[in-house]
Every structure is written in structure tokens, then in C-alpha cells.
């Protein structure tokens, strides 16, 4: 059973176009993070917010915390071919002694 | 500074045996989890390891089990193995307990039961 859900499952756009991932969950987190994965390695840790409402930009990334801390969203313009992986958010109980990840987004960017 | 590396990267064991797989830690990591990934999906989460006490637990049953040394490098048993345990087996250390700080994984370990 995974605690958060995100959607799409797939994506898959021309380079130049923007895309929103999301990732939902009826669980408050006590953080919640971004990680992109590539096949045959592990996930490679993107971001990390923790206050709700929180707003994070990495270059054509944007990501946000929502306000209960339940969910969030990924958000990258101008997509590029590189930025094509599986997409997976994650987050922290409030006890700090469990992390659940998402059911993943596989994203794929054709020149 | 090197990363989490884990062994072996791949692995065949029949129905019924058992399997131990390995994780160094990233230098200066003192938290270890595990994680189990089928394919397409997301990891679950089977358990973290803290200063060599098991701190948390996902929803797995007892045949999986662990070890954190005092160097921080850490084991994952699997005893009786079944079908359902092929999967791709990530290692994650972290500075500190609490994801707050996130993980650094490893490539992981194949697993193929037949």
C-alpha cells in the first residue's frame, strides 16, 4: 500500500513543452521530497520541503509543499530530453521513523 | 567522498533459500534503510536502521530483517525465499535520523527468485 499517489503515471511531450506532476495523500508528512530516478540506479534526490506552502526552484524545476503538508507538485518548463526519468515523490511520518515514496511518474521527452 | 554502494548488483536464488544482501553507507552517515522496488512502481519501504537499533518498519513480515554495524555499513536478510521477491533492493543513508536532511541511495541489488 503506498501513502501517496501521483499522477500522471506516464507523460510523455515534445522538448520546449511544461509539465505538472502531482503527488497527493490524505497523511500529513513531517517533509516531503523529489527524487528522479533512471533505470538500473537509485533515486537521486531532488528536493526537500518541509513548511507548508513552501515554494522551491531548481533552475526550470519548481516545486511546492502543499498547505496541510498532504501533497505537492513538480512543475519543470521547458522540458528538455535530459529531464526524462521516473519521477517519484517521498515523504516522512511524523514520527520520523517511516518514509513512504509515491507510485511514480515515468516521464519521456522526445526531441 | 564516495557514495552508497551496495552488493552484489545481482543475484539469482531459488524458492525456499535464503539471501543476504550488503550496503555501505555514505561516509558520515550514520542512518541506513532499505527498500524494495518492482518494477514501474515506487520503493516500499521495509525498515531503517539507526546507531544499530532498527528505529522503523514498513508493513513486511518477519523473514525480512537487518543489521547496522558500528561503521555504519548495514545487512538485509531475506530468509524463505518466494516468488514475490524479485525486485530491485535499494540501500539509503542519510546524515542524521529523520528524512528531513534526504538519502542518498545506492544503484541497488537485483533480485531474481525462480
Known amino acids: 500500500t503506498q501513502l501517496l499517489e501521483q499522477s500522471p503515471q506516464f507523460l510523455s511531450i515534445q522538448e520546449g513543452e511544461n509539465l505538472t506532476v502531482y503527488c497527493n495523500s490524505s497523511?500529513?508528512?513531517?517533509?516531503l521530497q523529489w527524487y528522479r530516478q533512471e533505470p538500473g540506479e537509485g533515486p537521486v534526490l531532488l528536493v526537500t520541503?518541509?513548511?507548508?506552502?513552501e515554494v522551491k526552484k531548481l533552475k526550470r524545476l519548481t516545486f511546492q509543499f502543499g498547505d496541510a503538508r498532504k501533497d505537492s507538485s513538480l512543475h519543470i518548463t521547458a522540458a528538455q530530453p535530459g529531464d526524462t526519468g521516473l519521477y517519484l515523490c517521498?515523504?516522512?511520518?511524523?514520527?520520523?521513523?517511516?518514509?513512504?515514496f509515491g507510485t511514480g511518474t515515468s516521464l519521456t521527452v522526445i526531441p | 567522498e564516495t557514495g552508497v554502494t551496495q552488493s552484489p548488483t545481482h543475484l539469482i536464488k531459488t524458492r525456499g533459500q535464503q539471501v543476504t544482501l550488503r550496503c555501505s553507507s555514505q561516509?558520515?552517515?550514520?542512518?541506513v534503510s532499505w527498500y524494495q522496488q518492482a518494477l514501474g512502481q515506487g520503493p516500499q519501504f521495509i525498515f531503517q536502521?539507526?546507531?544499530?537499533?532498527?528505529?522503523g518498519r514498513g508493513n513486511f513480515p518477519p523473514r525480512f530483517s537487518g543489521l547496522q554495524f558500528p561503521n555504519y555499513s548495514s545487512e538485509l536478510n531475506v530468509n524463505a525465499l518466494e516468488l514475490d521477491d524479485s525486485a530491485l533492493y535499494l540501500c539509503?543513508?542519510?546524515?542524521?535520523?529523520?528524512?528531513?536532511?534526504?538519502?542518498?541511495f545506492g544503484s541497488g541489488t537485483r533480485l531474481t527468485v525462480v
Open positions: 539509503a543513508s542519510s546524515l542524521k535520523r529523520g528524512s528531513f536532511y534526504g538519502y542518498t
Open positions: 497523511s500529513v508528512f513531517s517533509s
Open positions: 520541503v518541509v513548511t507548508g506552502g
Open positions: 517521498a515523504g516522512g511520518s511524523m514520527t520520523g521513523n517511516q518514509f513512504y
Open positions: 561516509s558520515g552517515h550514520n542512518t
Open positions: 536502521y539507526y546507531r544499530e537499533e532498527e528505529n
